[in-house]
């Protein structure tokens, strides 16, 4: 298994609907588990951070489930805003605070 | 507070020429890395900083990248001689130790080599 998988995408949606991307990853000693998110042509930044079961910001949910290595984020009402590319982020188990980037899924919200 | 500064924004050189690019991060964060990141593919980590000491260099191609974080504050990352698989956006982030997770990128230098 690759250290950090996800969906291949791209996810072409109409506004406001319910979108889910799923990852999986190899380290199973993770504690904790990241969602960037990526603009086009822009730096990538922290969307959100899980660290038990799940996490829930607005409309976006992260799940995690430790026994199938599985990480999904959720995201509700889709706004055009939220277009953009999604990384699943895990800490490499190298130490140091290092953290393996997936290729990310690209989401496009279309009118 | 300002966010980490990079410069170039963009570079176009031919092939074994050599490049220099620059970051500084945000103040007060002891912790740099400089990323790779080829189109379509997510950041690939290069080196990782801890004030002006090297923690992982494992991925650093060294027969022709080198970087350095002289006083622990702003740092360099080079290539000589440059080839055409270095084209990609080249990453510089920091994080603080209050939450050594969230890592902080700067806009990136996108560099194309022909």
């Known amino acids: 298994r690759k250290e950090v998988e996800q969906d291949p995408g791209p996810f072409n949606v109409p506004e406001g609907a319910t979108v889910a991307f799923n990852c999986t990853y190899s380290?199973?000693?993770?504690?904790?588990f990241f969602w960037y998110r990526q603009d086009c042509r822009k730096e990538p930044k922290l969307l959100m951070s899980?660290?038990?079961s799940g996490n829930e910001d607005g409309r976006f949910t992260a799940q995690l489930n430790r026994a199938s290595q599985y990480i999904s984020l959720l995201i509700r009402d889709s706004k055009l805003s939220d277009s953009a590319t999604y990384l699943c982020?895990?800490?490499?188990?190298?130490?140091?605070?290092?953290?393996?980037f997936g290729k990310g899924t690209k989401l496009s919200v279309i009118p | 507070e300002a966010g980490v500064a990079q410069s170039p924004r963009y570079k176009i050189i031919e092939k074994r020429q050599s490049v220099a690019f620059w970051c500084n991060p945000i103040?007060?964060?002891?912790?740099l890395y400089w990323y790779q990141q080829i189109l379509g593919q997510g950041p690939k980590l290069l080196i990782q900083?801890?004030?002006?000491?090297?923690?992982?260099d494992s991925q650093l191609p060294k027969d022709r990248f080198s970087a350095e974080r002289l006083k622990g504050v702003d740092s360099t990352l080079k290539i000589q001689p440059a080839k055409l698989e270095d084209s990609a956006v080249y990453l510089c982030?920091?994080?603080?130790?209050?939450?050594?997770?969230?890592?902080?990128f700067g806009p990136g230098t996108r560099l194309t080599v022909t």
């Open positions: 982030a920091s994080s603080s130790s209050r939450d050594p997770y969230e890592q902080y």
């Open positions: 380290n199973s000693a993770s504690q904790s």
């Open positions: 899980v660290y038990s």
């Open positions: 982020v895990v800490p490499s188990g190298a130490g140091s605070y290092q953290l393996t």
């Open positions: 103040s007060g964060h002891a912790t």
């Open positions: 900083f801890q004030n002006n000491g090297v923690v992982d």
